[in-house]
């Protein structure tokens, strides 16, 4: 009877360790993901303004600066959100895995979860979480000079007009 037990035992650990592997592989992948998503953003942002400044100077059609202004903050509110998203499913990956490590009774000086094992966290990167906040609020911050630029563009066309 204990070797079933035994068996069933050893069934559900492998069944853990395979979750535990599914975990830190999706995190992975939606880590990767982030960043590649901010360098899509820097990289349109870039043609942007490329296109705006394409002579090196402000647009002679006022209306053209206007487009590109609305293009360049919709873009930037879209993929902050998507980005934020991104970094919530990253978050639940991380949290499946810490209950995962904390599941198969795992030392904390063996995990890979920082919530576990903040010592080497602490000792080899340091604070963690910051490039989150910055990828997030870069998003944002580059909404609101695009809306600045939108504004300065209709005040140009505004006063043209009168």
């Known amino acids: 009877m204990s070797t ?3 068996i069933g035992r050893e069934m559900k650990n492998k069944e ?8 830190v592989t999706y995190a992975c992948k939606q880590d990767q993901t982030i960043w590649n998503i ?5 990289g349109t942002n ?7 400044f394409s002579d090196g100077k402000f647009p ?27 970094i919530q499913h990253l978050r639940r990956y991380e949290e499946i895995e810490f209950n995962m490590e904390e599941s198969l009774n795992l ?14 966290l602490e000792r080899f990167v340091g604070k963690v979480g910051v490039g989150r906040s910055i990828i997030i609020g870069n998003c944002y911050v580059i909404s609101v000079l695009w809306f600045i630029s939108l504004m300065l563009f209709l005040y140009k066309i505004i006063c043209s007009h009168t």
Do not use: H
């Open 60 to 86: 002679e059609e006022d209306w053209i600066g206007l487009i590109i202004s609305v293009l360049g903050g919709s873009l930037s509110l879209m993929w902050g959100r998507i980005q934020k998203r991104s």
């Open 38 to 42: 901010f360098g899509y953003f820097w």
């Open 107 to 120: 030392k904390p000086s063996e995990c890979l979860n920082g919530k576990r094992n903040t010592q080497d």
């Open 4 to 6: 079933k037990k035994n």
């Open 16 to 23: 853990k360790w395979n979750q535990l592997n599914n975990a």
């Open 46 to 52: 870039a043609l942007l303004l490329i296109a705006l």
